[in-house]
């Protein structure tokens, strides 16, 4: 079956500009994830949605960045004013949701702002 | 502070030998602990779990080993095969607001030599 997809692949960007990442889960699977790993670094949590709502924001590392899902399914991440720190490759996971700790990631989104 | 530590940040082994890769946590609520593999351009995949409750679990050529008063988690590749040289991630998993929140190692390299 299809997993979980991420566009685009690859995203080039000026310093101050908007950028949107979007994020298809797995099919039935209703908690999503997105993480990001910048270079030399391991996997930090963003956000982490069940259903639509979002009870985990923790991971937000500043009010530029912003999520959001519809329709239980896909997600869209938003990174505002674009700083060069952003640059990073930002992932997306999705699950069964409670009780379940295997996520299933997609191929990743890497961002670079110039 | 980092809560997961990988210590090592590449490993170099021969084909047909072990790998052993090691994890270092510091917070005790952990209760499910996940290795993921890593491919470059590509997200991580699940390889293998165990539950906070074991001490062990194995899956064909992987076993984990979890050693809980010592906080050590350790994955056992044997035998190693060139196909395995990838990024491997431990990961501990806890709830939080109701979700499976994933907190990861920085990784190991590991290369499998013929």
């Known amino acids: 079956g299809a997993g979980v997809s991420q566009s685009p692949s690859n995203k080039v960007t000026e310093k101050g500009k908007d950028v949107e990442l979007r994020c298809d889960p797995i099919s039935g699977h209703t908690a999503l994830y997105w993480y990001r790993q910048s270079l030399g670094q391991g996997l930090e949590f963003l956000i982490y949605?069940?259903?639509?709502?979002?009870?985990?924001k923790s991971g937000l590392p500043s009010d530029r960045f912003s999520a959001e899902r519809t329709g239980g399914s896909v997600s869209t991440l938003t990174i505002q004013r674009t700083q060069q720190e952003d640059s990073a490759v930002y992932l997306c996971a999705s699950s069964f949701g409670l009780g379940t700790y295997e996520q299933y990631f997609g191929p990743g989104t890497r961002l670079t702002v110039t | 502070d980092q809560q997961v530590k990988q210590n090592s940040p590449s490993l170099s082994v021969q084909e047909g030998r072990i790998s052993i890769l090691n994890c270092d946590y510091t917070n005790s609520m952990f209760d499910y602990f996940l290795w993921y593999k890593k491919y470059p351009a590509e997200g991580p995949t699940f390889l293998i779990s165990i539950s906070s409750i074991k001490d062990k679990n194995e899956d064909g050529r992987f076993t984990v080993f979890l050693n809980k008063s010592a906080k050590h988690l350790s994955l056992h590749i044997v035998p190693s095969q060139p196909g395995d040289s990838a990024v491997y991630f431990c990961a501990e998993g806890g709830l939080t607001g109701g979700g499976n929140k994933l907190t990861f190692g920085t990784g190991t390299q590991l290369k499998v030599e013929l």
């Open positions: 949605f069940q259903g639509n709502s979002a009870p985990d």
